[in-house]
């Protein structure tokens, strides 16, 4: 498997299933007559992230991860209105800048070296494979989950099925409880 393989459509599937989630957000806060910043500030916690920049960095770490395993310069963090629309459409450039891609810009990624500074001056030196293995993909599925997480919290009815709606396709027909 190449890292294009893995990287791209995890990234896409899993960012498209995240817009999912906050169209439905939407649509509560909207149903429950809560202004949209009851759910885009919202925390799990004083200290952690609101949903809006879990949302961000969700992008970020994939828009990160592309430009390093093809040799290109890291993006700054987006900056972006703090509503549904102006996430969503964060969402929607990022998955049309990963598709965009070609599979060979990858090509020696997974050998390509990787410098990340951390702002406390930690370094770490990691190949591609290592990168996006052992940090961008965490990275990655932490700001996803703690997003669905929120929504969650704050009352959303998200369920699994809303976070991998991209595997609903390969259920055998008949298998589905309570279908017919």
């Known amino acids: 498997m190449t890292l294009h393989a893995l990287a ?4 896409t599937q899993m960012l498209r299933n ?3 989630q906050l169209d439905k ?3 509560f806060a909207a149903a429950q007559g809560l202004q949209p910043a009851d759910l885009i500030d919202a925390r799990l ?6 949903l809006s920049d879990q949302v961000r960095f969700s992008c970020h770490q994939a828009r990160q991860t592309l430009a390093r395993l093809t040799g290109q310069t890291p993006p700054d963090l ?5 509503d549904f629309a102006a996430l969503k459409a964060l969402i929607a450039a ?3 800048k990963l598709t965009a891609t070609p599979q060979s810009a990858f090509d020696g990624a997974a050998e390509r070296a990787i410098e990340l500074v951390m702002p406390n001056g930690i370094v770490f030196d990691m190949t591609g494979e290592q990168f996006l293995r052992d940090w961008a993909l965490p990275q ?3 700001h996803l989950v703690t997003a669905y997480d929120i929504l969650r919290h704050k009352g959303v009815a998200l369920g699994k099925p809303d976070y991998v709606a991209h ?3 390969y259920i055998r027909p008949g298998t589905m409880p309570g279908a017919r």
């Open 94 to 96: 990022t998955v049309d």
């Open 8 to 11: 791209v459509p995890t990234f």
């Open 25 to 27: 957000g939407e649509a």
């Open 140 to 142: 990655f599925y932490f």
């Open 45 to 50: 916690a004083p200290d952690m992230f609101p």
């Open 78 to 82: 987006a900056e972006v209105a703090l």
């Open 167 to 169: 595997v609903l396709p």
């Open 18 to 20: 995240l817009s999912g």
